[in-house]
């Protein structure tokens, strides 16, 4: 069964998708990055779709899915490299994507993801008073 690499860089995940995703391997990886954020309780998730060029309604609630998985393990979620055809088609399905914050390039990922958990740590540390 094909499945995505997930890099460990620290407290976060990279997830470079390589191949187009089918419903099936979206679903896998759904688990996959599910099970390595609780595993080492990851504080952000960089996920790369540069290689998509495509995306059906299914992959876009996916990746809403993760990001809101994420958030509940409390991480934080930064998609990369959207294509101009990507998010094209998103806004014709009508497709949002709550609690996912996006950067052009993986360098602005991930000072993207550092600033969300920071402003993260910031938020729970001021509510702890």
């Known amino acids: 069964m094909e499945r995505i690499p997930i890099l460990k860089m620290g407290e976060f995940l990279l997830v470079t998708i ?37 995306v059906d309604s299914f992959i876009g609630r996916m990746l809403g899915s993760i990001a809101g998985m994420a958030n509940l393990l409390d991480a934080q979620t930064v998609v990369v490299g959207m294509q101009p055809s990507v998010a094209i088609t998103l806004v014709e399905l009508g497709l949002s994507l709550p609690g996912i914050r996006t950067a052009l390039d993986v360098e602005k990922g991930m000072m993207a993801l550092q600033a969300a958990v ?7 540390g001021s509510s702890e008073l």
């Not at 191949?19 to 990886?29: K, N």
């Not at 990055?33 to 290689?51: C, E, K, M, N, W």
């Not at 920071?118 to 729970?124: I, V």
């Open 18 to 54: 390589q191949i187009d995703m089918h419903d099936r391997l979206a679903l896998t990886l759904q688990d996959d990055l599910t099970s390595q954020i609780a595993l080492h309780g990851s504080r952000g998730v960089l996920i790369d779709i540069s290689s998509l060029e495509m």
């Open 118 to 124: 920071q402003e993260s740590e910031r938020a729970n």
